[in-house]
């Protein structure tokens, strides 16, 4: 127990001042942007990103700043990380939207997904598993109480119960999976100023939505929206 309680000593001497900075430095990042401050303010969010990459807030926070310098390949990128752990924030998508319209008012932006897609990614893989705890628990009680009632109604109860819960759970595994999937995903890209691809010479523009290939050294081979494969530097792209 003492070697036990040392380690959590140990953890949380390593945890709580992490989630002190984090906090912290979130405030700060909120009153550098009520301050005007946007530069300033995208740096203390983009600080906590680097440390809790999950961070839907700081994501969408960011988003904000860099709209307001300018920087809207940047924004798309920290609104697209949003969408990526919570594919319904509808928040999110306006403010893709309003980025693109400010960087060209032709393009009408829509989302990759289809509406059964973001349904599905917006709940996250740790709640599929939660189900899928509950519907192992309902068929192992189901399994005894099979074995032990001698009642036909009620070990068919048992018996339909458990099929249900079967099912349930292979839909939560599953669905788990492929929200797990698009979470870690790395497929997708946002290129964060205009750029040229470096051997082929074609002309990227900021916020286009890129597919990532491989990554090659110190860049990035690619598909464009058009299908031309080519290769652009590391920094001008930001994954997804």
Not at 22 to 32: C, D, I, P, Y
Not at 59 to 74: H, V
Not at 190 to 210: C, P, R, Y
């Amino acid at each position: 127990m003492k070697l036990f309680g040392k380690h959590i000593t140990t953890f949380l001497l390593f945890i709580l001042p992490l989630i002190s900075y984090g906090n912290s430095t979130f405030q700060e990042g909120v009153k550098a942007f009520n301050d005007k401050n946007y530069e300033l303010s995208a740096d203390k969010f983009d600080s906590i990103i680097s440390i809790s990459p999950l961070n839907i807030s700081a994501y969408f926070n960011y988003g904000l700043a860099k709209m307001k310098t300018g920087e809207y390949g940047e924004a798309i990128w920290g609104f697209e990380k949003v969408l990526k752990y919570n594919s319904s924030d509808a928040e999110a998508k306006e403010k893709i939207q309003e980025c693109y319209f400010e960087l060209n008012p032709d393009i009408f932006w829509t989302y990759r997904l289809n509406g059964f897609q973001s349904s599905l990614y917006s709940i996250s893989a740790n709640t599929w598993a939660v189900f899928a705890i509950i519907c192992s628990l309902i068929i192992a009680f189901s399994i005894v109480l099979f074995r032990l009632k001698k009642s036909h109604s009620i070990r068919r109860i048992m018996l339909l119960s458990g099929s249900v819960s079967t099912l349930f759970l292979i839909i939560s595994i599953l669905f788990g999976t492929l929200s797990k999937n698009h979470a870690t995903s790395t497929n997708y890209a946002i290129v964060t100023e205009n750029t040229t691809s470096v051997i082929e010479k074609v002309k990227v523009e900021e916020g286009a939505l890129i597919e990532v290939i491989e990554l090659e050294s110190n860049q990035y081979r690619v598909k464009l929206d058009d299908h031309q494969i080519v290769s652009l530097k590391k920094g001008d792209v930001k994954v997804i």
